[in-house]
């Protein structure tokens, strides 16, 4: 079973979701990122690292140094359940093929539906296909 699989099914029967693997080979690092709703603390990293490094043992996955973190405020947004999810939030989104020219846009998550993620900008409602999302994430509310 590959780490990410392995990671999302664990992950998920303990209540949380995997929003991010890095792996650093030089030191190697392994980090990941998890949610749930409500957001995550401490204590949630800390008991996912302590099962994490009992799991990694058992199936014999070599690592140096475990981090669990959570994803930040400015949190990736990659699934179509992200954006139903964070639906009237502001979100920074790179398209990987321009709009219009455009690649970069900062808007307001207005729906998503087969696909297609609806966005505000600047009062002008835009329709981008999920398929062509580079990167995206959330815009901290400070």
Do not use: W
């Not at 990987?96 to 409602?125: C, Y």
């Amino acid at each position: 079973m590959a780490l990410e699989e392995l990671l999302e099914s664990t992950l998920q029967g303990l209540g949380y979701e995997l929003i991010e693997v890095e792996r650093i080979a030089h030191n190697k690092l392994l980090r990941i990122f998890i949610d749930k709703e409500g957001g995550i603390n401490i204590d949630d990293c800390v008991a996912i690292s302590n099962h994490l490094s009992r799991l990694f043992a058992v199936e014999n996955i070599d690592f140096g140094r475990l981090e669990v973190s959570s994803p930040g405020l400015d949190r990736p947004l990659r699934t179509e359940a992200d954006f139903l999810r964070f639906n009237g939030e502001t979100v920074k989104l790179k398209l990987r093929v321009p709009l219009e020219g455009q690649r970069n846009f900062v808007g307001v998550l207005r729906e998503t539906n087969n696909g297609i993620i609806k966005i505000e900008v600047e009062g002008k409602l835009l329709d981008l296909e999920l398929s062509n999302l580079g990167k995206a994430r959330l815009v901290p509310k400070l």
